[in-house]
């Protein structure tokens, strides 16, 4: 009997953006009852201390409002409405883990920085303190483009923490440099997008004892890379066909 790499796990990405909107209350209790493995979500502060579930530092782009969320209120951030979700508003941190809390479906929280690239400051303890007020700390693991975040995160918790590698980092750095700043920052995995993903790189993070996973695996093709390349983890803006696509790899490579 040959041993089988374990399966690839999916993320839903922001809820499943592209069949359900982005970051949208459908779609975070629809991924809850899916048989996929975790759900992506971005968090931001609002200028009244609330903590809310939304992917970009602004609400203009994906709402009907306007302004950054860390100088709106609570309130301000609630009005928007979210494109293309029927009506639908954002919710904060505290609700999306009550979404998940009889859930299978583990919580990767990402945590962005603000308007200009810059991460807020005093704000990811916050965010741990949050999850664990709401009892789903041991149930979620952390994710973000920053270095200088996840140093954060790694002193304020055990829990498992990804480093989003963007293209240009990857390029600019290279793969034995991404490995090495990995695991001096006592980061122990790294996801890179999908399309910057090859065997060859993969080999070498995990060469360098790290862990590797995709990210913004949207279509068929994308999602078929990453589950070829036996990505620990990919995010998917549409965890339906995700499904599909793993059930039919596995139907094909047991055949
Ligand atoms: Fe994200």
């Known amino acids: 009997m040959t041993d089988l790499p374990p399966r690839t796990r999916i993320a839903s990405h922001r809820g499943g953006t592209l069949e359900f909107g982005d970051?949208?209350?459908?779609?975070f209790r629809t991924t809850a009852a899916m048989p996929v493995d975790e759900v992506e979500f971005d968090v931001h502060p609002t200028a009244d201390g609330a903590i809310m579930v939304h992917h970009d530092a602004t609400l203009d782009r994906t709402t009907d409002g306007t302004?950054?969320?860390?100088?709106?209120?609570?309130?301000?951030?609630?009005?928007?409405?979210?494109?293309?979700?029927?009506?639908?508003?954002?919710?904060?941190?505290?609700?999306?883990?009550?979404?998940?809390?009889?859930?299978?479906?583990?919580?990767?929280?990402e945590i962005k920085p603000g308007p200009g690239g810059v991460a807020y400051a005093d704000f990811a303890h916050r965010v741990v303190a949050e999850i664990d007020r709401c009892?789903?700390?041991?149930?979620?693991?952390?994710?973000?483009?920053?270095?200088?975040?996840?140093?954060?995160?790694?002193?304020?918790?055990?829990?498992?923490l990804l480093?989003?590698?963007?293209?240009?980092?990857?390029?600019?750095?290279?793969?034995?440099?991404?490995?090495?700043?990995?695991?001096?920052?006592?980061?122990?995995?790294?996801?890179?997008?999908?399309?910057?993903?090859?065997?060859?790189?993969?080999?070498?993070?995990?060469g360098a004892g790290l862990e590797f996973g995709c990210w913004a695996a949207h279509t068929a093709d994308q999602i078929d890379h990453a589950l070829r390349l036996g990505a620990k983890v990919f995010t998917t803006d549409r965890p339906s066909l995700?499904?599909?696509?793993?059930?039919?790899?596995?139907?094909?490579t047991a055949a």
Request: proline fraction near 5%.
């Open 67 to 109: 302004g950054a969320i860390r100088d709106l209120t609570e309130a301000a951030v609630r009005a928007a409405t979210i494109d293309y979700s029927g009506g639908q508003h954002p919710i904060s941190l505290a609700e999306l883990c009550d979404i998940y809390k009889d859930s299978n479906v583990t919580l990767r929280c």
């Open 242 to 252: 995700a499904i599909a696509r793993r059930d039919a790899f596995h139907t094909e």
């Open 135 to 160: 009892g789903m700390l041991a149930k979620t693991g952390f994710t973000s483009f920053l270095v200088p975040t996840l140093d954060e995160l790694r002193d304020l918790t055990d829990r498992p």
């Open 23 to 27: 970051s949208t209350p459908h779609g």
């Open 163 to 206: 480093w989003l590698v963007s293209p240009p980092v990857l390029t600019q750095l290279g793969a034995s440099a991404v490995a090495e700043l990995a695991k001096a920052h006592g980061i122990p995995e790294i996801g890179v997008n999908v399309d910057t993903a090859t065997e060859t790189l993969r080999d070498h993070i995990r």
